[in-house]
């Protein structure tokens, strides 16, 4: 083969490549309005389960399940769009000259855009792991104080 024959590949191959880039869509959850106890709604992006609450730790301590489960169900929502958009990704790839390299990108840019969503689903098993430590020495709380009164 002849050198300018095979600069002029590397050329092509390194401009198919650069069009091969993928960028998975970022999906935010929209503002939700939230009613207050008193009736009066607020707009804001961040849930009352996250916010300082006025009412007891007991209350907010008894919301927290239900609140790891809603941020679970967000998180597999937006790990369902990242799959949706390589899914697509890949289609595009297999109509390109350099496939594997594409099929590469785009898995890059899964774990990418996918290693956020596991922190943060690391962060809430931590907080429920702590819950579920709370939960438990608050029954053996309980239980040593009922043991104590019988004599």
Do not use: Y
């Amino acid at each position: 083969m002849t050198r300018g024959f095979i600069s002029a590949s590397c050329g092509l191959a390194l401009g198919l490549l650069a069009g091969c880039s993928f960028q998975a869509p970022i999906v935010q959850e929209p503002s939700v309005p939230w009613v207050a106890p008193s009736g009066s709604a607020t707009t804001t992006s961040t849930p009352p389960e996250t916010r300082p609450s006025s009412q007891g730790p007991a209350s907010q301590q008894d919301d927290l399940p239900e609140a790891i489960t809603r941020q679970r169900q967000t998180l597999a929502a937006h790990r369902s769009a990242i799959a949706q958009a390589e899914a697509a990704q890949q289609a595009v790839c297999w109509q390109k000259f350099a496939v594997n390299a594409c099929l590469s990108e785009a898995r890059r840019t899964r774990r990418q855009a996918l290693e956020p969503l596991r922190q943060q689903e690391l962060a809430l098993n931590a907080q429920e792991r702590l819950w579920r430590t709370e939960q438990r020495e608050r029954r053996l709380q309980g239980k040593q104080t009922v043991g104590r009164d019988i004599p």
